[in-house]
């Protein structure tokens, strides 16, 4: 084991976990070179169990052979940096969720024909900008059986550290990559439905939505919806049935209700 403990908050080698932005793990032009940060032992062994590759530890010192023993035996040579909960929090600029953070390198993002290839049901996030609706929402699709997420490329990046984090790991269990419209689902055979209230919007529970062979919902942001011309070009405007006069939920929510009356 490569253990390595924390002198100095400038010690060489811990710029992925203090310093760098999300912006600058992601590396957008070369997002095969990024990285991301993956928080918390539970999630972690999600990674690692998915076949993410780490590339270094950063872990309590009572961790290592406590709650993180296992991680610490399955990442090999890498560098494990430890230290004090103190002197953590003060590297990172926040209390790091059960003592363990772990920088993975990330992969090229599939084709969208590759992540559709199987998929019945399958989620559109367009303009979520908000990292614990995101992650909330790959939670709700892993465990309510949605095939694929796609992400519009104004949502915010899944691997997120907070994203990660929320999702408990499930954006390393559900395909996902990104779109630029909603409208090319159609040239893979599916039918859209957009998350909208309009005069024209369907109960959430109309038996023509469960009776598509291939559907893709369509989520935007809480505070303005979807444009109109996504709501537009879509086959279906659904809304969820509400009482007492409230109006929408939470996208997070949303979603969550929306998995479970239209899984297969």
Known sequence: MNIIEISSLQ???LEVFSTLTEAQLRMELEPEKGLFIAE???VIRVALDAGWEPTALLCEQKHI????A??????GEIPIY???RELLAKLT???LTRGVLCAMRRKPFPAIADVLKEARRVVVIEAVTDTTNIGAIFRSAAALGIDAVLLTRDTCDPLNRRAVRVSMGSVFLV???WIDTAAMLHDYGFKTAAMALSDNS???DDPQLKAEQRLAVIMGTEGDGLPQKTITEADYTVKIPMAHGVDSLNVAAAAAVTFWELRR
């Not at 052979?65 to 993180?68: I, K, L, R, V």
């Open 202 to 204: 369907i109960s959430l």
């Open 93 to 95: 600029g926040y209390t």
């Open 70 to 75: 296992d991680i610490v035996a399955r990442v």
């Open 11 to 13: 010690q060489e080698g």
């Open 82 to 84: 430890t230290g004090s």
């Open 40 to 42: 918390s032992p539970k």
């Open 65 to 68: 052979t406590g709650d993180a």
């Open 175 to 177: 395909p996902w990559t």
